[in-house]
């Protein structure tokens, strides 16, 4: 299609692949919706006055203060059938000043990301992959994190998860019952085995999972445990026999 162009050219911009298309004659067939415009996430939309914010807190052995995160939503189409709740900006605050400078640059780095719009949901799986070269830690529940910075990205996918952008991933009934079941199978297990000589072993780290089990690869939580000659992972389900 060629456009002749009659008049000065003041001003142009690139088309994105979110625009919409140029009216053309089907669209226009459309019947249009009483003039309800959709906004979407974009770099131009104003801070509002008032924002939804939610307070994590992190205690890590490797920081001597606790670290709190501040992630504040932004509302998009309030009270319409599009309305969605999106991350706008984060902050993170601490007595411990020693890692201000880089917590700062990521914050900022972070909601710049925010306010871009579109898909941000990548920077939880970019920070959990960072490992510290001094060793991670585990938390209660017996779930490893690499970092710091790991830790950060599972607040902000907890974060993301409770409003709607991260889904968790479908477990199908039949394979959540059969997780119960190997669960059930294997503390009943124990018991017989253990007799009742060793009490509460199992809650020693706080942990759902027995005490001996080792980290699963896949879901980086201490709940691999040996099932029927198969290491079988109590928490998500992954079984190194398939
Ligand atoms: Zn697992």
């Not at 780095?109 to 585990?138: C, H, N, Q, W």
Request: hydrophobic residues 35%.
């Amino acid at each position: 299609m060629t456009i002749k162009i009659e008049k000065k050219i003041k001003g142009y911009q690139v088309v994105k692949p979110d625009d919409k298309p140029a009216e053309t004659p089907k669209a226009a067939a459309k019947p249009k919706s009483a003039g309800a415009e959709v906004i979407q996430m974009h770099e131009s939309v104003e801070r509002p006055e008032v924002l939804v914010g939610s307070t994590y807190k992190i205690k890590s052995p490797l920081f001597e203060h606790a670290l709190y995160v501040t992630i504040n939503d932004i509302v998009l189409n309030q009270g319409t059938p599009h309305e969605q709740r999106r991350p706008f900006e984060i902050f993170i605050n601490s007595k411990n000043m020693d890692h201000f400078q880089w917590i700062v640059a990521l914050t900022r780095i972070m909601s710049a990301v925010f306010r871009k719009g579109g898909d941000v949901t990548f920077l939880v799986e970019e920070m959990k992959a960072v490992f510290d070269p001094r060793g991670g830690y585990f938390k209660a529940g017996g779930v490893y994190m690499p970092s710091i910075v790991a830790e950060i990205g599972s607040v902000i996918e907890q974060h993301l998860k409770l409003i709607g952008m991260i889904k968790d991933p479908d477990i199908s009934d039949s394979q959540r019952a059969l997780m119960e079941e190997k669960r059930a199978a294997y503390e009943s297990g124990q018991k017989t085995a253990e007799d009742t000589d060793m009490p509460a072993a199992e809650s020693a780290e706080g942990g759902a999972f027995p005490a001996s089990a080792s980290l699963c690869s896949k879901c980086n939580t201490k709940a691999l445990v040996l099932m029927d000659n198969c290491q079988t992972c109590l928490n998500c389900g992954y079984s190194k026999c398939g």
